[in-house]
């Protein structure tokens, strides 16, 4: 089967990111593909590439990125949703004028019609909100 | 097509699993997630709810549960407990999932 | 041949608590624009969102009224309400912003599973 997930919720303030996280492990464990994660609304926070959790504390973003460079998942973060938090790519930054981009590692910023294009080409679809 | 509806939110704490018992139907599936997993409390007010359809199958998350000291004598006997690959499976067999948060 | 699906956009949120209800204008909006068939079913206090009346800029908020009345642009044409939703909060088909049809509670579980792709919004 091929998955298309969508998360709407920033770490830390809501367990849906770690739900959809724990999905998407078991569903690559069972042999599925994950077509694309659709960060959307508060999801972008998910990408913020400058987060330092304590040690002791879960990885939140770096296994995301993680996730990323071991499957190969394409983690998508919603261009308007990021600009509106102030989550750039470099490009971004450097075109705003930005001192530096603060997208993590294995995550791309793009359009809606990514999500759109994800849904079509996927089997099952699932939101993940908060 | 039977529905897959997927409930996060506490059942006191939210409206969600409310609102998504009341637009079950018989055939669909029920899966309590996060705090949604305090409704599978077999003493509860939100527990009674959970039997308006007998064809309804109630699932909760076992992570969700052990993380939030729901012990299985604790659980409703209507309420079979699933681990994440049991939440893929779940998905895959309903091919609409619907999230109540 | 282009993949065409029916997708269900389900609004059960007020606007104007968040800046949710309008990105969800968005997703919707692009979702016709690639072609789509597309449906919004307005559930609980999503209703809220089609509510007459309202003045969003003495929040600070944008007006997201506008953009309800160019779905027909997009040809969105099926806005679909739960008629106990209005009820139980006090409104009626009347005084909202758009024609829209109605739905009983017990005909929504059906609805919803007739769709392809059903977005909780």
């Known amino acids: 089967m091929k998955f298309a997930i969508q998360i709407n919720g920033a770490p830390y303030q809501c367990q849906a990111s770690d739900s959809a996280y724990q999905f998407i492990r078991a569903a690559l464990r069972k042999g599925h593909e994950i077509v694309r994660v659709f960060f959307y609304h508060d999801g972008i926070y998910n990408g913020l590439g400058y987060a330092m959790p304590p040690d002791d504390e879960r990885p939140v973003i770096g296994r995301w990125s993680a996730l990323a460079r071991e499957h190969g998942v394409d983690l998508v973060i919603c261009i308007s949703a990021a600009q509106r938090r102030g989550?750039?790519?470099?490009?971004?930054?450097?075109?705003?004028?930005?001192?530096?981009?603060?997208?993590?590692e294995g995550f791309r910023i793009a359009g809606l019609g990514l999500w759109v294009e994800a849904c079509l080409r996927a089997d099952r679809f699932l939101v993940f909100g908060g | 097509m039977p529905v897959l509806h997927v409930v996060s939110g506490s059942p006191q704490g939210s409206h969600a699993l409310a609102h998504c018992l009341a637009?079950?139907?018989?055939?669909?599936?029920?899966?309590?997630?996060?705090?949604?997993?305090?409704a599978a409390l077999v003493d509860s007010a939100a527990c009674r709810s959970l039997n308006v359809f007998p064809r309804l199958s109630v699932y909760a998350l076992t992570p969700d549960l052990e993380a939030r000291g729901i012990a299985f004598d604790e659980l409703w006997p209507g309420v079979e407990r699933i681990d994440y690959e049991g939440f893929v499976d779940l998905a895959v067999r309903y091919p609409i999932s619907l999230s109540w948060f | 041949m282009p993949v065409r699906k029916n997708f269900l956009f389900v609004l059960r949120h007020p606007p104007h608590g968040g800046i949710q209800a309008q990105e969800t204008l968005d997703f919707v909006l692009t979702t016709a624009a690639f072609d789509q068939t597309v449906r919004l079913l307005f559930l609980d206090d999503g209703v809220f969102q089609l509510k007459h009346g309202q003045r969003p800029e003495a929040i600070g908020f944008k007006h997201i009224a506008p953009i309800f009345g160019a779905l027909q642009l997009y040809d969105i044409e099926e806005l679909w309400v739960e008629e106990e939703s209005l009820r139980e909060r006090g409104l009626t088909a009347e005084g909202l912003i758009l024609p829209v049809r109605l739905l009983s509670r017990r005909q929504v579980a059906a609805f919803i599973s007739t769709q392809d792709i059903v977005v909780s919004c």
């Not at chain 2, 637009?23 to 305090?38: F, H, I, K, P, T």
């Open chain 1, 87 to 104: 989550l750039l790519s470099e490009e971004e930054a450097l075109r705003a004028g930005k001192a530096d981009q603060d997208l993590a």
């Open chain 2, 23 to 38: 637009r079950v139907q018989e055939g669909d599936a029920l899966l309590l997630s996060e705090n949604g997993v305090y």
